[in-house]
Nanobody
Framework: QVQLVESGGGLVQAGGSLRLSCAASGRTFSTYNMGWFRQAAGKEREFVAAITRSGGTTYYADSVKGRFTISRDNAKNTVYLEMNSLKPEDTAVYYC?????????????????WGQGTQVTVSS
């Protein structure tokens, strides 16, 4: 089992940047594919980005492609989400998630463990 703790959220003006971190407990972090999802108020949770165990493959939602970058440091048991050119519509609670499956997925139900989330608010 793995426990996930997100950090780095906050309030930023449109056009600004934030870097989210997700620290994982345990010694098996490198065996999990990792994903970032977000949920805006009144909306369903949606996929943002995902990365394979080695970091060699990444997926992005079309809405963030070119602006967000997912990366990981297996030595630090941490996955990151670098967010640039932020827009008010990026406002949401951001969650990281871990998937034991070897197949990278964008599907929420494919992930086994979830963090508590961190709030990102982008003002116009």
């Amino acid at each position: 089992q793995v426990q996930l703790v997100e950090s780095g959220g906050g309030l930023v003006q449109a056009g600004g940047s934030l870097r989210l971190s997700c620290a994982a407990s345990g010694r098996t972090f490198s065996t999990y594919n990792m994903g970032w999802f977000r949920q805006a108020a009144g909306k369903e949770r949606e996929f943002v980005a995902a990365i394979t165990r080695s970091g060699g493959t990444t997926y992005y939602a079309d809405s963030v492609k070119g602006r967000f970058t997912i990366s990981r440091d297996n030595a630090k048991n941490t996955v990151y989400l670098e967010m640039n050119s932020l827009k008010p519509e990026d406002t949401a609670v951001y969650y990281c998630a871990a998937d034991r499956s070897p197949v990278l997925t964008t599907r929420e139900y494919g992930y086994d463990y979830w963090g508590q989330g961190t709030q990102v608010t982008v003002s116009s």
